[in-house]
């Protein structure tokens, strides 16, 4: 049984493939780590309007950028797991970087979708020594799932 019950809405207008259960692979083993034994994340899947839109109404920036958390936290009455929070992830962000980086989108996306999550459960990257650590963790984790990515972000 997942430890995180996802919710994938895809507006993006676009068909990524990425690979759901090796998305919810990576994303149970970030939760494990982090002592989480039930939760639930919406994942957002959008375009680059959408996300300029989004980060200019929540962030004060105009701009499409990878991903954008939402942390909530709240119980759901029924159930009793609390939900993360939401992410929003932009797909045409996600075409683009994984070309350049020679990854394939769905590697691409589900990097952002790992690094959305670790916001969403304590993780940081303000300052260099806590960005070491968040991408020492998503390298750690992608890998389970054949995903290799940089030491560090470029």
């Keep these: 049984m997942p430890r995180l ?9 676009k068909r990524p493939r990425y690979g759901r259960a090796r998305l919810q692979r990576v994303l149970d083993a970030a939760t494990k780590e982090a002592g989480i034994h039930r939760a639930s994340l919406t994942i957002l899947l ?3 309007d959408e996300s300029a839109s989004l980060h200019g109404q929540h962030f004060n920036d105009p701009t499409t950028t990878d991903v954008m ?3 909530d936290g709240a119980e759901d009455p029924a159930t009793g797991i609390p939900h993360l929070g939401d992410l929003a992830v932009c797909v045409d962000v996600a075409a683009r970087e994984g070309a350049a980086r ?3 989108t769905g590697d691409e996306l589900t990097l952002y979708c790992l690094h959305g999550l670790l916001h969403l459960i304590g993780y940081d990257d303000v300052t260099a020594k806590k960005q070491t650590r968040m991408w ?7 890998g389970k799932v054949g995903i290799t990515i940089e030491a560090r972000p470029t």
Excluded: K, Y
Aim: aromatic share 4%.
């Design 102 to 104: 020679e990854r394939t």
């Design 46 to 48: 959008v375009g680059d």
């Design 69 to 71: 958390t939402f942390p």
């Design 136 to 142: 020492q963790a998503q390298r750690r984790l992608l």
């Design 5 to 13: 019950a996802l919710t994938i809405l895809n507006r993006s207008g």
